[in-house]
């Protein structure tokens, strides 16, 4: 049940009594990272397209009104299905305050150009671990024939591009990037010519961005490799049903969330190759998983049973994700013995650390490595959200915590996980919403 006495404006947080196994059956829903991206795409489309499985999440209703900010229509037909007519946009930028709350706007570049052959947008937002510059994205732009794409040509944090027109370009990638990979193939889709994205990101969701675009009408090949070729099209009809995949990320946290409570837990409506990074390390640590065609069930044999230390890497997909680091470092805590966690993608992904040691986590970070010492008997603290996935992590330690923690910023967390309150309630979690003047400080001392 919704918590509707909280006030969604102001800062708030969770209130989590901890020490609960839980058990029962969860859905995973739609793919955050692969909603914001197809949701930028469908503003280059030609005519009105449909979109199902949406995640109900604020980041993506603020891609929804970035969008109605340009002119398009969007209807909500129920909570996770909206139509979209873009035949209605009638301006190219995006500069308002808008865009700096979520990273996912800089899309807006990409599908802008391909539409209008200009855009003008502002600098995004999003999480705050390490520099995250759109040099990439620039790059590819240019090299398709926009101006205005130079780093030194950024006026007052909004980038203006212009091209005319668009022409397909041969783009290597310095590093794997799944921003510039979708940005770079967005443009491409409407480019004069043939463009080829080497050393492209193969995530799960730039496939299934690429699969939309498709739908619509785009030529994209070879999406979940490293390599994809687009030849370009004038005309994306659109006038299509498109479904989004489930959440990889969210899908992971819950199996997280099943292990460090030591409890039996079913995650449906998931695409189980898509978690085998997880997976093997948690086979690795002792966990039994169990997989079904849409399925994956976690749970311990006996609650007694041992936990492995392991070491992980993270790296761009099909490595182990970035996104499951955070969450992954709780889990390491209830192993015996030393454990690493090695960052290999963000130079600043540990700032969450300080947070775990209020809650009795022993762990210590020399550059990008996280040293883990278990095991960890987590303590009911209070403590803040620094990001989405951080925030995530928090939420895992204190379900498995003895006594109550409130999480401080919980508005980022919501941002990536829809109705996270009711689902982990419904496996028997004891976890509400509260404004943070309810509580002190004085509230989670022994």
């Known amino acids: 049940m919704e918590d509707n006495n909280v006030n969604?404006?102001?800062?708030?947080?969770?209130?989590?009594?901890?020490?609960?196994?839980?058990?029962?059956?969860?859905?995973?829903?739609?793919?955050?990272?692969?909603?914001?991206?197809?949701?930028?795409?469908?503003?280059?489309?030609?005519?009105?397209?449909?979109?199902?499985?949406?995640?109900?999440?604020?980041?993506?209703?603020?891609?929804?009104?970035?969008?109605?900010?340009?002119?398009?229509?969007?209807?909500?037909?129920?909570?996770?299905?909206?139509?979209?007519?873009?035949?209605?946009?009638?301006?190219?930028?995006a500069s308002g305050p808008l865009v700096s709350k979520i990273r996912a706007s800089y899309y807006l570049m990409g599908a802008l150009l391909a539409r209008c052959g200009k855009a003008s947008i502002r600098l995004p937002g999003g999480c705050d671990f390490g520099q995250r510059p759109i040099d990439l994205h620039l790059k590819a732009f240019q090299l398709m024939g926009a101006k205005g794409a130079r780093p030194s040509e950024i006026n007052s944090g909004i980038v203006n591009l212009t091209a005319e027109p668009l022409h397909g370009a041969k783009i290597y990638l310095d590093i794997v990037s799944v921003g510039a990979t979708i940005n770079a193939m967005l443009a491409a889709c409407k480019a004069e010519g043939r463009t080829e994205i080497i050393n492209a990101a193969k995530e799960p969701h730039i496939v299934d961005v690429a699969n939309f675009l498709n739908s619509m009408g785009a030529h994209i090949k070879g999406a979940g490799t490293d390599i994809i070729k687009i030849t370009g099209v004038p005309f994306l009809p659109g006038n299509f049903t498109y479904s989004i995949i489930p959440d990889q990320i969210e899908a992971g946290t819950y199996m997280i969330a099943a292990a460090v409570t030591k409890g039996d837990v079913t995650i449906h409506n998931l695409i189980p190759t898509h978690m085998e990074p997880l997976s093997a390390k948690m086979r690795e640590m002792g966990y039994q998983i169990e997989e079904g065609d849409e399925s994956i069930r976690v749970y311990l044999n006996d609650p007694s049973d041992e936990i492995y230390?392991?070491?992980?890497?993270?790296?761009?997909?099909?490595?182990?994700?970035?996104?499951?680091?955070?969450?992954?470092?709780?889990?390491?805590?209830?192993?015996?013995?030393?454990?690493?966690?090695?960052?290999?993608?963000?130079?600043?992904?540990?700032?969450?650390?300080?947070?775990?040691?209020?809650?009795?986590?022993?762990?210590?970070?020399?550059?990008?490595?996280?040293?883990?010492?278990?095991?960890?008997?987590?303590?009911?603290?209070?403590v803040e959200a620094t990001d989405l996935r951080a925030g995530a992590a928090l939420v895992c330690a204190a379900l498995a915590a003895d006594g109550t923690s409130y999480i401080n910023h919980a508005n980022r967390i919501d941002r990536g996980y829809e109705h996270i309150v009711q689902k982990l309630t419904s496996l028997g979690a004891k976890i509400k919403r509260v404004n943070i003047e309810e509580y002190s400080e004085e509230d989670t001392e022994a």
């Open 8 to 93: 969604r404006s102001k800062p708030y947080a969770y209130e989590i009594e901890g020490g609960v196994p839980l058990r029962g059956d969860i859905d995973i829903s739609g793919s955050k990272n692969a909603a914001l991206g197809i949701i930028a795409a469908s503003v280059m489309v030609d005519g009105p397209c449909t979109l199902e499985n949406v995640p109900d999440i604020s980041d993506v209703k603020v891609m929804f009104d970035l969008c109605r900010s340009l002119g398009a229509i969007v209807d909500e037909i129920d909570t996770h299905t909206f139509r979209i007519d873009p035949t209605t946009i009638n301006t190219y930028k």
């Open 309 to 382: 230390s392991t070491s992980v890497k993270t790296s761009p997909y099909p490595g182990f994700p970035t996104d499951l680091q955070p969450q992954t470092v709780v889990l390491l805590c209830s192993a015996e013995g030393q454990s690493r966690m090695h960052e290999n993608v963000w130079q600043n992904r540990f700032q969450y650390v300080p947070e775990l040691a209020k809650m009795g986590a022993n762990i210590n970070v020399y550059e990008r490595i996280a040293w883990v010492n278990g095991i960890t008997r987590f303590m009911g603290a209070t």
